[in-house]
């Protein structure tokens, strides 16, 4: 097997898991991140909810249903992977997919599930099979492991130019030098467009900013993942409580100081012993947005040497889809899993899939 240069720009979750399946199978690997640490400016800021059961086209299940399952390979394979398997509960939120396996709780399960809430409702869905994790440790993580296979990994370093020759990317040129390369993996999420976009290759992915809210705690005071009509929230550790919210504006009244602190106050009257959380931090975290909401992922048909990887949600699809897209770049045989995923579907209007859950 020939050992290809490959460049990976991009080092959040994405990037990372990337990293890890390439140089795992024996390619020569370099990711350039411009940030001075792991885990990009997305993911640190993420809920890092391994969501699979909300509404999506028929046509993507498949990938939410591999999912879980290439989560828990990945602990096979990596045992220092810690993900909280700890299930979600939800009620008063957007009905799930169909076809799908879930429990129904009545109050007094709900009250032996979550005996830390102050009011119940009648019923809610619980999903015992999804859980959560530390998007920076995960990350950080995979990026460690993808280093001991041979992978090269560049922090504080901006990418300026890809450099393209007649219709192949032969390589790009950075704030350190230029990077020779056989394929670039385009995983910058929101900043794949502006580096796309002189070649001709438009990208349709706008940022959609989220806040993350971060609260110290002296015990855990939630056990699963709960998701309501009043707030999102999970621990993170025993000490750490997050919860997540919708970007509203940047108005004094709905921007995200405004709005983080309202879910704080939520929080604090929902939980017993409420009273004893302390606000950390609120952040807002730029997610990487398709403009129909799902992957885009695969070799550009026209600049050879050019792979995008962007998708909503990273944290739950990004090992199954590095999985998925290391095998095509390595192999050079596509992987019918992901055409759904072209770039292609874009400019194809003869087809109407519905908009991806922003969730």
Known sequence: MNKQKIVIIGAGIVGASMAYHLAKRNQDVTVIERHP????????????WIHTTHRVAPEYWHLYDAALEEYHTLQQ?????????NGALTWGTPPLREQLHFQKLNREQLEALEPNLKEYPDE???????????PIGVTKLLLSKAREYG???QFGTNVTQLHQEDSRLVGIHTSNGFLKSDVVVMAAGTGIPELCDPLGC?????????????????NKLIRTLISNAQFEARQLTDHILLAAEDYIDESEENG???VGKRAFDTLRRSLKDGNQLELESIKVGMRPMPEDGY????FHDHIMGLYLTVMHSAITLAPLIAHLAASEIIDKESRSELDPCRLSRFSDHSRDIPVASRA
């Open 37 to 48: 640490a792991a885990a990009g400016e997305v993911t640190e800021k993420s809920f890092a």
């Open 151 to 153: 992978a090269k990994i």
């Open 202 to 218: 438009h990208v349709p992915v706008t940022s959609s900013p989220s806040i993350l809210i971060q609260m110290k705690t002296t």
């Open 295 to 298: 992957p885009i992922v695969g």
């Open 124 to 134: 809610a869905i619980f999903v015992s099979e999804e859980g959560a994790l530390d």
């Open 77 to 85: 394979e990596v045992p220092e992977l810690n993900i909280h398997w």
């Open 256 to 258: 995200p100081e405004a």
